[in-house]
Each structure stands twice: as C-alpha cells, then as structure tokens.
T-cell receptor, first 113, second 114 residues
C-alpha cells in the first residue's frame, strides 16, 4: 500500500513559473526523499531530507519537512519544459526494520514552453 | 543513467507463461530492491537483498514470484504462470550499506501479459 498521498495529483504551469508539490505520509520516518520519473522510465533521485532537518536546497529545488504534520513539500523554481515528469515522495519508516521505500501516489507536472 | 541496468526493457507474454527479469546493480552496492509500479501509481516494494540474502518479502509477492541474487551481484525476478494482473513496470534499485537511504533505480522492465 502507498505510504501517503501527494497533492495535487496533476499540475500544469508555464515555463518560468514555480511548481509546488506536497506530500503527506502516515508513520514516523528516518528520511524523506523525492524522486522524478519521466514517462515510462525509471526513477531519478532528486533530494533527501532527514527527519531532523526542516529545509534543504539543491539547485532549483527546495524541500521542506514538517514531521509534526507528517508532510513535505517540493518547490521547483523557474520551471523548464524539461521538468515535465511525475514526482514522488518516498519515506523509509521507523516502523519497518528495512530500508525499503514507501512511495506516495505522485504528482504529474506538465510545464508548457 | 544511474548505473543500474535491467533486462529486458519490455516483455510481452501470454497468460500462463513464465518470465524472468534481470537486474544488475551498481557494482559496489550490497543492497538490491525490487518494486512494482502499476499505471498511475507509485512504486510498491516487493523484496530486497543484502548481498545474497533475501531479507524481506512483501505480501504482494505471491508464491508465483521468486527472486534470487545468487552471488550477491545481479538479481533475477521470475514470475511463474503469469496473470493479466501481473502487467506492470518492474523496477530494480540498489543502495550501499545499511541505512544508506538513497536508492538508485534502473530503467525498469515493462511487462504486458495478454
């Protein structure tokens, strides 16, 4: 089963605009990660944020984490057409004795040139 | 390219046939994971290996599914007596060490069962 949900399910923006995606999860976590998936392809790791961190940046990406609300957000600034993809958050849970990832349902981002 | 390769990339089979997929992880990675992804959903965990030991299997992995990692390097995932519900993308990922957290995914094998 999925760990949680992402919101919105789909997002369409113009190039140059910012895109914000939200992720909610259910159990206590060690870390939360964001992955990108181009249509029909494998997943590419974007960024990892630890449970004791609140914000992290990588290039045009900004991730926040609120463990009290069990939620995270991914902000992509100055979007490009090449950012068109599905974005998934994934958590590794304190409840599980493995490093397996539990994924959200994904946000499909479309960036129009 | 993450360094994780999967073969084949696409497989079409008839219901009832057996299929086998291969995953070659990043060479120094000792952990290997299999996930399944259906259309419009996020990947779901199937099983994982630390070296050659299979340490966990999901309830999704019915007795028709078997996975091996005989020498702690590449892994195979076999589905026996395929069913239409097995149609999905099968993703392999690898990571280095316990608690390494970041998993690197292969391109996936897309299975279609007719």
């Amino acid at each position: 089963s999925q760990q949680g949900e992402e919101d919105p399910q789909a997002l369409s923006i113009q190039e140059g605009e910012n895109a914000t995606m939200n992720c909610s999860y259910k159990t206590s976590i060690n870390n939360l990660q964001w992955y990108r998936q181009n249509s029909g392809r494998g997943l590419v790791h974007l960024i990892l944020i630890r449970s004791n961190e609140r914000e992290k940046h990588s290039g045009r990406l900004r991730v926040t984490l609120d463990t009290s609300k069990k939620s995270s957000s991914l902000l992509i600034t100055a979007s490009r057409a090449a950012d068109t993809a599905s974005y998934f958050c994934a958590t590794d849970s304190l409840s599980y004795n493995t490093d397996k990832l539990i994924f959200g349902t994904g946000t499909r981002l479309q960036v129009f040139p | 390219d993450t360094g994780v390769s999967q073969d084949p990339r696409h497989k079409i089979t008839k219901r009832g046939q057996n299929v086998t997929f291969r995953c070659d992880p990043i060479s120094e990675h000792n952990r290997l994971y299999w996930y399944r992804q259906t259309l419009g959903q996020g990947p779901e965990f199937l099983t994982y290996f630390q070296n050659e030991a299979q340490l966990e299997k999901s309830r999704l992995l019915s007795d028709r599914f078997s996975a091996e990692r005989p020498k702690g390097s590449f892994s195979t995932l076999e589905i026996q007596r395929t069913e239409q519900g097995d149609s999905a993308m099968y993703l392999c990922a690898s990571s280095l060490g316990q608690g390494a957290k970041t998993q690197y995914f292969g391109p996936g094998t897309r299975l279609l069962v007719l």
